[in-house]
């Protein structure tokens, strides 16, 4: 399939592709060998899977009632110490695959929604989303692989719910996630004690900027040259002037590796 055709690099042993976003996507889930499986699911804040999704066994939960907890916490009741974040020794993908994978935030499960085509399909025999960037064209396959509450599993293959490091900070019980099905891509919050996917995220060393509206290359090619022909067409007395023609060449690049790697 186009997952294992395109170019992609690997972190620790686990591939990423590059989509033209601002961090690097898995290509397969957390717990998973191949694009198409759906791996393992985790509470919010655990770092391990386990048989049954319960507050009797959700790790910072002071009792069953499930809305006293001992870490990120907003709420009046329990210890509230106002962290909206899953720090590093609490977060799936650091802890499984090491590294310097850590799971998405909202906002960059958002970006991936926006900057990003959906496409309901099939890949290894199950249902999901080939996520394709719009910015660069290169793909990743999101599976359909549901979620757990309790001992029970819930809308495989139809429903997908992937969780990010991020609490809702108007109800600490529940944390951010991307949620889709066969006709809808969204986010939702959910209780923290519900088993879900993770697919994991690394940052760029260099932090990237985007130009805040659609170009091509070849256009923007041809408007970095015209400005350079420009400085050049006048007398070069003025220092900025003189500066822009002496770094044209990497002023160019750079943009160009900005916009496009």
């Known amino acids: 399939n186009s997952e294992t055709k395109q170019k992609s690099n690997s972190i620790n042993g686990h591939e990423y592709v590059d989509l033209g976003l601002s961090v690097k996507w898995a290509t397969c889930n957390v717990g998973a060998s191949n694009p198409g499986d759906y791996g393992d699911y985790f509470s919010w804040g655990e770092t391990r899977p386990k048989s049954s ?20 916490n907003l709420n009046k009741r329990g210890t509230r110490d106002n962290r909206t974040r899953l720090e590093l020794s609490d977060d799936a993908a ?7 994978w ?14 990003c085509s959906w496409q309901w399909t099939t890949v290894n025999g199950h249902n999901g989303y080939r996520v394709t960037s719009k910015r660069n064209g290169r793909s ?11 001992g029970s599993s819930s809308r495989v293959g139809s429903r997908g719910n992937y969780w990010s490091s991020s609490l809702n900070t108007n109800n600490s ?9 066969s ?7 959910n209780n923290r004690r519900n088993g879900q996917s993770v697919r994991a995220v690394s940052e760029f060393t260099k ?7 659609e170009v091509s290359k070849h256009q923007l090619a041809v408007d970095v ?37």
């Open 53 to 72: 999704y319960d507050r009797s066994n959700l790790k910072h939960c002071l009792d069953r009632s499930g809305d006293r907890f001992t870490k990120y």
């Open 94 to 100: 650091r802890a499984n695959w090491g590294g310097s």
């Open 102 to 115: 850590r799971m998405p935030t909202k906002a960059e499960q958002d970006e991936l929604r926006e900057q």
């Open 140 to 150: 990743i396959f999101l599976p359909a692989a549901g979620s757990r509450d309790g």
């Open 173 to 181: 019980n529940n944390a951010y996630n991307l949620n889709f099905n």
């Open 183 to 189: 006709s809808n891509v969204d986010w939702n919050n």
């Open 207 to 213: 932090a990237r900027t985007f130009l805040p509206f």
């Open 225 to 261: 040259y015209r400005a350079y022909k420009d400085a050049r067409r006048h007398k070069r007395y003025k220092l900025y002037q003189l500066k822009y023609e002496l770094n044209y060449d990497r002023f160019s690049r750079n943009l160009e590796l900005q916009q496009f790697m």
